[in-house]
């Protein structure tokens, strides 16, 4: 009697011990599929918006946050906007670090000397192949205006505009006049002007004199007409093996616009997507 009590007692045990073993090892197995899940998630692409502002770089710093904030609900990457508030002459943006974990840079600024490791920086990321998109004022980003002087620890960056965008700033059509946009014919194919590519609209803006563009490699994807000329406003190419979008639109009401927008999207789809 008091042995068969003691083997059911010791069976019990038995059983209620492999239930906890099997039950730590289920939940094992479910703490795996979760890291597994886990690690199979890509972290979103991150873009890096440099923006100035200033009475002659077009509401940059209203437009572009407002876009930024867009980009990262309707197409979930992760934005970040850089506004530094220095003088021209002495510009620094804040938290430049950044740049190291970033995915794609915009240039949106206008006429600045920037911190010598900030120059230094924004070279090295480009070195690693990483991609840039240039709007409207990146044409004359780290050039000072003429008789300007760069504070002390600072430098200006001119050959952006020629080596990296591949164009030069030969002046402005008249202020008032604005652009009619057409599409490139060549480049009708282009993954960028997808539905857009019969679109014509007129842009607010005036025209940016850029022609002829400085590099053999650059694809054209739109022109631009007004004040009885007509240029390049923009277009694609490569500095090493960064992507490199430029365009010269960009002035306040562009961003109304639908079409400019959806030429955005595909130009900072096709610089941050190497293999695409």
């Not at 002495?90 to 794609?104: G, V």
């Not at 940016?208 to 739109?222: E, I, K, M, S, T």
Request: proline share 3%; glycine share 6%.
């Amino acid at each position: 009697m008091d042995n068969s009590i003691s083997t059911q007692g010791y069976l019990s045990k038995l059983s209620r011990s492999i239930a906890f073993l099997l039950l730590v090892v289920l939940i094992g197995i479910g703490n795996t599929d979760v890291a597994i899940a886990q690690g199979k998630t890509k972290a979103p692409l991150h873009i890096v918006f440099l923006i100035s502002e200033d009475p002659d770089n077009y509401a940059a710093h209203l437009t572009i946050p407002e876009f930024a904030d867009y980009l990262a609900k309707s197409k979930k990457y992760k934005t970040t906007v850089l506004k530094g508030e220095s003088n021209r002459t002495s510009y620094r943006f804040p938290n430049f670090e950044i740049l190291k974990e970033a995915d794609l840079v915009v240039v949106f600024a206008r006429r600045l000397a920037l911190a010598s490791n900030q120059i230094a920086e924004l070279k090295s990321y480009l070195k690693r192949g990483a991609g840039l998109v240039g709007i409207r004022t990146a044409n004359h980003a780290f050039k000072l205006m003429k008789g300007e002087k760069v504070a002390d620890g600072h430098e200006e960056w001119p050959e952006f505009v020629s080596d990296v965008l591949g164009c030069e700033n030969r002046g402005y059509a008249l202020a008032t006049s604005n652009t009619e946009v057409q599409m490139n014919i060549k480049e009708s194919k282009s993954s960028l002007l997808k539905g857009i590519e019969s679109s014509r609209w007129i842009s607010d803006g005036n025209l940016y004199l850029v022609d002829p563009l400085l590099a053999n490699d650059a694809q054209v994807l739109l022109y631009g007409k007004g004040d009885q000329k007509t240029e390049p406003i923009a277009w694609t190419r490569h500095y090493g093996q960064s992507r490199i979008f430029y365009t010269s639109l960009g002035y306040p009401t562009d961003f109304k616009n639908k079409k400019f927008i959806m030429l955005l999207e595909h130009a900072i789809a096709w610089a941050i997507n190497k293999n695409t």
